[in-house]
T-cell receptor, first 115, second 114 residues
């Protein structure tokens, strides 16, 4: 059972470079999310999607972009990387609204450092 | 508006002693509440959830939490700590108004002394 799979697990970027964090889930979940986790902080929502072709901004979307062309995949694009984007990124999914369905399923995270 | 506050950033207990991790929430309506655990270099895993059924909720690995509306609290407890419980714990509140309204607390790091 793969669940939510994120790649890469670790990456170092130079300032101004771009990259894509990949996320795929095999549970046929409609809802998918990207969070970032900074030391001593809870998770902050970057973007989310309620189904293929539908995305929306979360709390901290600046500097990121997403797409949702299929139910399974929800890549996160970083354009013009900045040191402030150094963080651990988590992709998550849920079958519906968390308040109704009760659980988020997380990937193991992608640790990104921007130097 | 919703919010969640974890009252302790770090808790240290001896193995075999009780664990108490404190969480207070604020919500305009009846919330769903969760506790997640994160072991080092891992993703978050659901420990337990409250979704307006029984106020005392039992989760995995011997953890439980009690929803107290009058105190707006959802504290996590375990009668006897084990070394494998050392991890970061997050209290989470979710509302019905929006798919994005999932609010994470800042986390409590639990250390277990031998």
């Amino acid at each position: 059972n793969a669940g939510v799979t994120q790649t890469p697990k670790f990456r170092i970027l130079k300032i101004g470079q771009s990259m894509t964090l990949q996320c795929t889930q095999d549970m046929n979940h409609n809802y998918m999310y990207w969070y970032r986790q900074d030391p001593g902080m809870g998770l902050k929502l970057i973007y989310y999607s309620v189904g293929a072709g539908i995305t929306d901004k979360g709390e901290v979307p600046n500097g990121y972009n997403v797409s949702r062309s299929t139910t399974e995949d929800f890549p996160l694009r970083l354009e013009l990387a900045a040191p402030s984007q150094t963080s651990v990124y988590f992709c998550a999914s849920s079958p519906g609204r968390v308040a109704n369905t009760g659980e988020l399923f997380f990937g193991e995270g992608s640790r990104l450092t921007v130097l | 508006a919703q919010s969640v506050t974890q009252l302790d950033s770090h808790v240290s207990v001896s193995e075999g002693t009780p664990v108490l991790l404190r969480c207070n929430y604020s919500s305009s309506y009846s919330p769903s509440l969760f506790w997640y655990v994160q072991h080092p270099n891992k993703g978050l895993q659901l420990l337990l959830k409250y979704t307006s059924a029984a106020t005392l909720v039992k989760g995995i690995n011997g953890f439980e939490a009690e929803f107290k509306k009058s105190e707006t609290s959802f504290h996590l407890t375990k009668p006897s700590a084990h070394m494998s419980d050392a991890a970061e714990y997050f209290c989470v509140v979710s509302g019905y108004s929006s798919a994005s309204k999932i609010i994470f607390g800042s986390g409590t790091r639990l250390s277990i002394r031998p």
